[in-house]
């Protein structure tokens, strides 16, 4: 199934605009691989037992289909986990998450600038919402910004007014941010005025992620902030994944957009949350 291809033709493409063949149980496989490997973008890393619940397909039958997309240099499966190859996926996957629910994550990073002042220390994390504040910034300068991004590195080295420091230790393709041990270390030595962050799931009112490594990077930063913010837009509720990161109470602030049901949000206020609306245009 491999073929020599030109290399601005990444793999993804060539799934992506692949035909459907005229046998119906081929053309069901590849429209199957075609919405794992979406659903691997989407999310950086999954569960392989997931995929069998989200699809309704076998054990057997999700590798074999993992396996295939494996060798097409698309996906990397380690230990029960499949996750985006280090190749120009992890950038199709970046602009792939990044451009889903656009409006909401805007509005989101729009209201989180309410919450920050100039001259105070912020923990922004990897996630994309996030990174919709990051143009936002200089607006509330001078500031003290403190991530582990990759991407919000490069974004924010050169901007005046704004001290970066940069949260090195084992960098990870698939998110294109640094997590693990080390970078727990430098988290530890420091002290912000409030930590942003976002997840890829909630469930029972508690955060969740697939990935333990950005669990606990992101429980350090959580650790080391007088107060935290969850970003969270309206598709996240609902979701399942793997390890818990936090309880929704635990933060300070929860801020959703206007299309999350009013369920969600009078579920959360009754609780004691301060949820914050951000409206959409």
């Given amino acids: ?28 496989q590849l429209a199957r691989r075609k919405m794992i490997t979406e659903a691997v973008m989407a999310e950086g890393t999954m569960r392989i037992e997931d995929l069998t619940d989200k699809f309704g397909i076998s054990l057997m039958t999700v590798h074999r289909d993992l396996d295939e997309l494996v060798s097409l240099g698309l996906l990397r499966k380690t230990r029960g986990i499949v996750s985006a190859a280090p190749t120009n996926l992890i950038e199709s996957s970046d602009i792939y998450r990044s451009s889903r629910q656009v409006a ?17 220390a912020v923990f922004l994390d990897d996630s994309t919402t996030v990174w919709q504040m990051v143009h936002l910034l200089e607006q509330k300068t001078p500031l003290t910004v403190l991530t ?22 084992q960098f990870f393709n698939w998110c294109n941010a640094f997590m693990g041990r080390m970078t727990r270390s430098q988290i530890a ?53 793997l390890h818990s990161f936090a309880s929704l109470t635990e933060f300070d602030t929860v801020i959703v957009d206007d299309n999350t049901t009013p369920e969600h949000i009078e579920r959360m206020r009754d609780k004691g949350i301060n949820v914050e609306i951000a409206k959409t245009e």
């Fill in 189 to 241: 030595e420091v002290r912000a005025d409030t930590f942003f962050v976002s997840m890829s799931a909630i469930a029972n009112d508690v955060v969740y992620h697939q990935s333990p490594e950005m669990v606990e990077t992101k429980r350090a930063m959580m650790a080391s902030s007088e107060r935290s913010i969850l970003l969270a837009d309206h598709t996240k509720f609902d979701q399942r994944a």
């Fill in 1 to 28: 199934m491999t073929k020599n291809t030109p290399q601005s033709e990444p793999a993804f493409d060539r799934l992506m605009a692949e035909k459907m063949p005229a046998d119906s149980r081929q053309a069901r």
């Fill in 104 to 120: 909401e994550k805007r509005a989101i990073a729009q209201k989180a600038m309410e919450f920050i002042e100039p001259g105070q």
């Fill in 148 to 169: 582990n991004s990759l991407l919000m590195i490069n974004e924010l080295k050169e901007v005046r007014e704004i001290a970066l420091i940069a949260l090195g230790g």
